[in-house]
């Protein structure tokens, strides 16, 4: 992981405030380490500013806290909700993914409020793209 720490990708306020120890184990920090290395860290390259992560990795009762799926790929550390701060910049964001990197689902969430990013290290990305 180049531009991301594995702090910002599990950083919760949610968590913070209920006193919640958001700690991935051992597998999802592995999925969070290659959702970085083939994703993130890519698009930061590209963009050439910051990317901020909204949402990574979500331990269950976080996940449950903040109203996530019960199936959500954040419970995996497969997943990002990120941002570069403004509709029209996640746009971009979006579509470079979109366009240029691998990924499992990519989601246009509330008209580019944010993207949601996922990759599957073992493989079989269906490189979904949904909007919510």
């Not at 976080?62 to 570069?84: C, F, M, P, W, Y």
Request: with cysteine; aromatic share 8%.
């Amino acid at each position: 992981m180049k531009h991301f720490t594995m702090g910002e990708l599990c950083a919760s306020t949610t968590a913070d405030a209920r006193g919640i120890k958001n700690t991935p184990p051992l597998q999802e920090a592995g999925n969070l380490k290659a959702l970085a290395d083939n994703v993130l860290d890519p698009l930061r390259e590209w963009y050439g500013k910051p990317v901020y992560v909204n949402s990574g990795y979500r331990s269950p009762i976080l996940n449950r806290l903040v109203g996530g799926a019960a199936n959500s790929q954040h419970l995996k550390g497969e997943a990002a909700d990120i941002t570069a701060g403004s509709r029209e910049e996640n746009r971009k964001l979006f579509e470079y993914i979109k366009s240029n990197l691998p990924f499992d689902q990519l989601i246009d969430e509330k008209n580019f409020s944010w993207v949601h990013v996922s990759y599957k290290r073992t493989g079989n990305n269906r490189k979904q793209v949904l909007k919510l």
